[in-house]
């Protein structure tokens, strides 16, 4: 089999994304590979392809149970034999897994790193053939990383142990360079293929909002985004449990997740969020890692997290099936607080010097600081994002709350310069909030003890209230003109820019977000964004299509509860909509659809095309908009669906046609396109068929009473067009055109191409 052979038979993909044979080509050439890749790019494809093309057994090292037992469910599947062993198996059960595996019964076996250095399972490695050990998760072996494990460290010790030495791959969503050269390192790579790709994940929204009521923003959004499934990231497990309490009582089906509960309690949890039994998860940053769920629409962090890395790690969450979905940061100053104390109050791992210690407190609150920027930026917060991770950044991305956000300029040159003034002033001995209070002019306790009120500047932006004059430093930090020390005392210190501005050579321009938008209410905020949510789909399929995906979603939910798996290992929402799409009727088409492989064919093809049957009557209608809009993998492939030469029927065909005494446009359309062949020629609409009698002068519409009514000119009377009555949906008679026989005949012969 080849590779592209293996990717349609058990995954039903028929291309391979960014990065994938980059990988897979590496890999194939016995050579050692690194992929660093963002969540939902698709990185198991890049072993799981290989790892049925070997020879031998494919070992997957994985830090967490719940991350096996999700791709081993999602291998099965595909008809892949695969296994895990790890703790949450029994020994009896662990000893008969190796046994099995011995007698070459797994293609791919995930392991625990602990496991790597047990007897059993080293005796069992030692005497199978193992071509590959893939390290999925590989920033767990960086102590710069924020899931750095230990026992990560044992798998070059086992390779070392092993005869032949197999190929060693590795993979991992977090990008910076500390964390890949750790990786490099550590793992001891032979001249690996290393592939970086891009960290952007188009399919996202990016918004920060800065609300007072962060209760009723979510209670809205929550109810806005019924029936979707979505994360809530809080700080504390106060807030997760305040919050969940509130859900729980409005009816909404919420789960929680934090350190405070039980480990049972916790796997319930889990599971009831993954098997869409809860649609809303409540949680600290202790959840997450490991969820493979892909039907993720939002992720909402309800405090501002420690840095971008969580966030965006966090925020990734959403969307690993690329289907549109949003990441919401609700900021309030207040969060900056409490990381901060977080912060100093972490616990430090004992082997730490005291120059240690402070390398890794100033990272800390460097990373506190860009996330702080973050949420205040008015700049694109994509392409904020994709900065700081060492990445170019291209045009405004117009998929974030700044894109979508109209600004109105404002010169604050002058109060700039008092701003500066001030930091001179007080020998850049301050914080921001010293200086904010002291222009301001506020007489705080803290204020009197350092004795600023006898400065000059005291109060010399006294027509201001402090939080503005912070907002302007913050703007100042932004575009640099200030700088703060990357300690926890973050004083404000002047840049070359400052000079510049004292000096007159330079203006500064702030952004105001335009005054209506700013005042939108909580409720209108949510359900705005709610609204461009839902646009989305509906982007790509119409009301009947939407209608048909509600169905299969429901058909998925019947197939997974009697499967006891979670519905998105049957099908994600993405290859849902792709059936919406592409409606199959017949197992040929159903295996064009993108994610049907051969074996989910064979479990669930013939149900889901049995609903799309009845659905349409056994008619496939189109339940998708062709044409401009976002070029999502999804409108390519509507597209190309399109390519087909435009509606025609040949002789023989069109003898067939089953002339009646009256047709509406529609009708005729029907009963054209049946006799069509589907794979090669488009369909024609009833419009399409009106519009041609109005190019024929057979009919015109006027204004009647306000209202369009449609016209038959004499010439069309002639031809066999006459007006009917019909009855609207709600009941209501109006007229349409009907087509006699003689009509029928004509526009029959005006589609016949003789061949
Ligand atoms: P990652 O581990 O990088 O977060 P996954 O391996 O979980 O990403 O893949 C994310 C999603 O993309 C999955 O639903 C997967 O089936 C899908 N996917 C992967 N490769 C392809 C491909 N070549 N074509 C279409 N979908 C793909
Ligand atoms: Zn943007």
């Not at 990383?145 to 798998?155: A, N």
């Not at 070359?496 to 203006?507: D, H, S």
């Not at 949510?526 to 058909?555: C, H, P, T, V, Y």
Request: proline share 3%; net charge neutral.
């Amino acid at each position: 089999m080849t590779k592209y052979e293996v990717l349609k038979r058990y995954f039903g993909y028929s291309s391979f994304r960014t990065g994938q044979e980059t990988m897979i080509d590496a890999i194939m050439a016995g050579r050692d590979a690194l992929g660093i890749m963002p969540t939902g790019a698709g990185k198991s494809i890049c072993y799981q392809v290989p790892a049925l093309l070997l020879s031998g057994i494919t070992l997957v090292v994985s830090p967490l149970i719940s991350l096996m037992k999700d791709q081993v469910q999602a291998l099965n599947q595909a008809g892949i034999h695969a296994a895990y062993i790890n703790s949450s198996l029994t020994e009896g059960q662990v000893a008969k897994a190796l046994r099995l595996a011995a007698g070459g019964q797994y293609k791919i076996i995930y392991v625990a790193p602990e496991r790597l250095e047990t007897y059993g399972f080293l005796q069992f490695a030692k005497a199978a053939p193992i071509s590959m050990l893939t390290v999925d998760e590989a920033h767990c072996i960086s102590q710069w990383g924020q899931d750095f494990r230990p026992s990560y460290q044992k798998i070059v010790p086992f390779v070392k142990q092993l005869e032949n030495r197999p190929v060693v791959s590795a993979f991992t969503a977090t990008a910076t360079t500390e964390v890949k050269d750790d990786i490099l390192c550590v793992l001891g790579l032979r001249q690996p293929e290393v592939l970086v790709t891009g960290f952007d994940r188009k399919n996202l929204y990016f918004a920060v909002e800065k609300k007072r009521r962060k209760d009723a923003y979510v209670m809205d959004y929550i109810r806005a985004h019924e029936g979707e499934s979505g994360i809530i990231y809080c700080a504390t497990r106060k807030n997760v449990d305040q919050l969940y309490e509130r859900l729980v009582a409005e009816g909404i089906p919420a789960a929680r997740y934090h350190a405070g509960l039980g480990n049972q309690q916790r796997q319930q949890s889990q599971e009831d969020f993954i098997y869409d039994r809860a649609l809303v998860m409540l949680a600290t940053n202790a959840f997450g890692m490991g969820i493979d769920k892909s039907n993720v629409r939002y992720v909402l962090h309800y405090n501002m997290p420690q840095s971008l890395e969580n966030y965006y790690q966090e925020a990734g969450r959403a969307g690993r099936d690329g289907e549109p979905s949003e990441c919401i940061l609700l900021y309030s100053p207040q969060d900056v607080m409490i990381n901060r104390y977080l912060i100093e109050h972490k616990e430090e791992p004992e082997l730490l010097d005291e120059e240690q210690r402070q390398a890794v407190r100033e990272r800390d609150e460097k990373r506190l600081w860009a996330m702080e920027r973050y949420c205040m930026t008015l700049q694109c917060l994509r392409q904020y994002i994709l900065r700081y991770f060492g990445e170019q950044a291209g045009p405004d991305c117009g998929n974030c709350s700044n894109c979508r956000q109209e600004f109105e300029e404002v010169d604050i040159t002058e109060q700039a310069v008092q701003i500066i003034r001030c930091v001179q002033e007080t020998h850049q001995r301050y914080g921001i909030n010293v200086i904010a209070g002291t222009l301001a002019g506020s007489d705080r306790a803290k204020l009197r003890d350092y004795g600023v009120s006898a400065l000059s500047s005291y109060g010399s932006l006294s027509h201001m209230t402090e939080p503005a004059v912070k907002q302007m430093m913050n703007h100042m930090l932004l575009e640099q003109d200030l700088a703060v020390t990357p300690d926890k005392y973050a004083l404000v210190k002047l840049t070359a820019q400052a000079v510049q501005i004292l000096n007159g050579e330079r203006r500064v321009i702030q952004k105001h977000p335009k005054a209506a938008a700013q005042e939108m209410p909580e409720q209108m905020a949510a359900r705005n964004s709610a609204k461009a949510a839902a646009m989305r789909r509906s982007d790509i399929l119409n009301s009947r299509g939407l209608e048909l995906f509600e169905q299969l979603r429901s058909l998925r939910t019947q197939i997974a509860r009697e499967e006891s798996l979670p519905p998105y290992i049957i099908f994600s929402d993405k290859v849902l909509v792709d059936m919406c799409v592409k409606a199959p009727l017949r197992k040929e088409e159903m295996m064009q659809v993108n994610g049907v492989g051969e074996h989910k064919y064979e479990k669930y093809g013939e149900r889901f095309l049995e609903k799309i049957y009845t659905f349409g009557n056994g008619v496939r209608e189109k339940y998708y908009f062709g044409g401009a809009g976002e070029t999502t993998e999804l409108f390519t492939q509507a597209k190309s669906v399109e390519k087909k030469v435009d509606f025609y029927l040949t002789n023989t065909q069109a003898e067939q046609f089953p002339y009646g005494q009256q047709y509406l446009a529609a009708n005729l359309a029907e009963a054209l396109n049946s006799l069509r062949d589907p794979k090669k020629v488009k369909k024609i609409s009833g419009a399409e068929i009106y519009r041609m009698m109005q190019a024929k002068d057979y009919a015109y519409e006027r204004k009647v009473d306000g209202k369009w009514q449609k016209i038959i000119t004499p010439q069309g009377a002639q031809a066999g067009l006459f007006i009917g009555t019909r009855l609207s949906k709600t009941g209501n008679e109006y007229e349409d055109i009907y087509y006699n026989e003689h009509a029928q005949r004509m526009i029959v012969a005006e589609f016949v191409r003789h061949e």
